[in-house]
């Protein structure tokens, strides 16, 4: 968050931000590895079952941490958070 805020961006940081960051990258990794641009208007039919399978393979590190998946198509790292009602306030276990 630091870095989003250095950078001087006129919205404020999000929730799902680095998410969004991390699934853009995985996205981008897989477009690289079949050598197709992320910028074009489509994919070519050509290379859409390599672009998906190329997904499946992604193994980076993201600003919210490993980005990769498993056999099913899970994420390798799924971050959930787990609150409890104390005296009205909610507070992470």
């Not at 998906?52 to 980005?67: E, F, L």
């Amino acid at each position: 968050m630091e870095d989003y805020k250095e950078a001087g961006y006129k919205t404020l940081y999000g929730p799902y931000g680095g998410d969004a960051y991390d699934a853009t990258l995985a996205l981008i990794h897989a477009f690289e590895f079949v050598h197709v641009s992320p910028l074009g208007d489509t994919v070519p039919s050509t290379k859409r079952e390599s672009l998906r399978a190329s997904v499946q393979n992604v193994d980076v590190d993201g600003v919210m941490g490993k980005v990769g998946f498993d056999a099913n198509g899970d994420a390798v790292s799924q971050a959930v958070t787990v609150y409890r009602l104390d005296g009205g306030t909610w507070k992470p276990v």
